[in-house]
């Protein structure tokens, strides 16, 4: 989403969970960001810590943040001093790479002025880091950074990919030597607008990479194989894909770690693609129901502590955006969670589980659709036995993706904004929303809504539109009692609401 793009339309995902609200958000007294700096910095034993930099734009005044949050004994954040910088346009990784069982922190992006950073702060404990200077560190925007041990030595080296203060496009490995970091040479190419990630595919111990973002000649997804920690070679390539993110996982439970990647074709397109590790480096695509989204990240862990990886993504469609989570159920399948989450592009949702209490909190940065800014942390409220048992009765409600040959069938749409649609002079929130129709093809309803709105207010702009509902409903009465809940929705949050009924 172009920073200067604003669509005043809202759709929110937070109706209907009334029997288990699965993410709380809680106290924090973040700035909400865009192109965010983020990381967790939790270790075993203490407090946690939330680092959240990035960028705000308020009328045409940029301004560059860093925020550091602490958590305390009544499982909120307070804001202490932050000792890393202000930057955007980048990433951020906690590791312990001197192995005091302290995590420490690398971060790299653009600083207020536009100029590429990288720096790496160790972990003194109590609140306390120190910046470690190291003259082979080359500021790097646009890309990631990673903790690994890529040469098996027992200590973390760092990945990092982007693009530097001359444009020019890099991908360096940094061995850590004893605490002391070197830059390794390597031919592996540079991506902005993406990332560079580890993963041992072939099980010997010596995590090899994928990375996938633009090259300078377009978009590139691509597969290098460790050797051993002396060199790195090409593999194979895979669908291109730009402005997004790559997370390599066992996401089957079988033992082995594939490859999930959601961003952009070369059209702009959303898309995402799963790859199953068949072993020897041979990979096999896999459908899953995971919406594509693009100008987000993927994140990955163990939410419900069940066993197996769930993946959080932000980013958007060709509609708008979302933060969507899904529990995984093996085998490649997975289940949406109507978790409640605002939508966000340009922004990023982390796990961590801060309060030490077995499953996966999240902190959330990024700008939705009404150009709103966010940063928070919400609590996840499964807290899971100790033993968990399967079973069918899941607090999760179910969202899967249409199925246009069998329905869903029944929609309605709805649009929202802060502004002044009538010209009173006096903007407040308005939420417009149409009647329940069954869809006979495919967002005929919405451009219905879309040229309804238009016509009847005034300065209501072109590029504005109406979105159905994400997820349809097979039938009508299903459809009806959605729609109540998402009026009373924005009425308790201070909407005023307009129906557009045909």
């Known amino acids: 989403m172009d920073k200067k793009y604003l669509l005043l339309v809202l759709f929110l995902l937070t109706f209907g969970i009334t029997k288990a609200q699965i993410f709380t958000k809680i106290p924090t007294q973040f700035t909400g960001v865009m ?17 959240v930099a990035g960028e705000r734009y308020q009328d045409t005044r940029h301004s560059v943040f860093s925020q550091l949050e602490k958590n305390n004994v009544s499982r ?35 600083n207020q002025y536009g100029v590429p950073v990288m720096k790496l702060y160790r972990n003194n404990g109590n609140g306390k880091f120190t910046e470690v200077v190291n003259p082979d560190f080359i500021g790097l925007s646009g890309g990631s950074v990673a903790w690994g ?5 027992g200590d973390l080296d760092i990945l990092e990919t982007g693009k530097d203060a001359r444009n020019r496009l890099a991908t360096y490995i940094y061995r850590n030597d004893k605490g002391v970091f070197h830059r ?10 993406g990332a560079a990630r580890w993963g041992d595919f072939n099980s010997d111990g010596y995590p090899d990479m994928v990375i996938m973002g633009n090259d300078g000649n377009g978009a590139v997804s691509a597969l290098y194989k460790n050797e051993q920690g002396k060199s790195f070679s090409f593999v194979r390539n895979f669908d291109p894909l730009q402005n ?19 961003g952009e074709d070369s059209n702009g397109v959303p898309q995402c693609h799963m790859y199953s590790n068949e072993t020897g480096f041979r990979f096999r695509e896999v459908s899953v129901p995971i919406r594509p989204l693009k100008n987000g990240n993927i994140d990955v862990a163990d939410m419900d502590h069940d066993g197996d990886l769930d993946i959080v ?6 509609e708008r955006p979302y933060t969507l989570v899904y529990e995984n159920k093996l085998a490649f399948s997975f289940k949406q969670v109507m978790a409640g989450l605002p939508g ?17 909190d999240l902190l959330l940065t990024g700008i939705d659709v009404c150009y709103g800014f966010h940063a928070a942390i919400y609590r996840n409220n499964i807290n899971p036995p100790k033993n968990p048992v399967e079973s069918d009765n899941s607090i999760f409600i179910n969202a899967p993706l249409p199925n246009y040959k069998t329905g869903p069938f029944y929609y309605y749409v709805v649009a929202s904004c802060y502004c002044d649609p009538e010209g009173t002079g006096h903007p407040q929130y308005h939420m417009y929303i149409s009647n329940v129709h069954r869809e006979l093809k495919k967002y005929n309803l919405t451009y219905r809504f879309d040229a309804m709105l238009i016509k009847i207010i005034p300065n209501w702009g072109k590029t504005d539109a109406g979105h159905r509902t994400s997820n349809g409903f097979l039938t009508k009465e299903q459809a009806e009692a959605s729609r109540k809940q998402m009026i009373e929705s924005y009425i308790e949050s201070g909407f005023k609401v307009h129906y557009l009924n045909w």
């Open 313 to 318: 993504i932000t980013g958007e469609s060709m």
């Open 244 to 262: 997004g993110d790559v997370a390599c996982a066992d996401f089957d439970g079988d033992g082995d770690v594939d490859i999930f990647m959601t």
């Open 76 to 110: 909120n954040f307070v804001q202490v001093y932050s000792p890393f910088p202000a930057l955007y346009h980048g990433d951020a990784a906690a590791g312990d790479y001197n192995g005091d069982g302290r995590p420490d922190v690398v971060v790299t992006g653009l």
């Open 184 to 193: 390794i040479l390597t031919r592996i190419p540079g991506v902005v607008n």
């Open 35 to 51: 192109d965010p700096v983020e990381t967790w910095i939790i270790a075993q034993n203490g407090p946690s810590y939330a680092y």
């Open 149 to 153: 041990d890529y040469d098996k030595d």
């Open 344 to 360: 966000v592009t340009n922004g990023k949702a982390l796990w961590g589980d801060f309060d030490h209490d077995g499953d996966q």
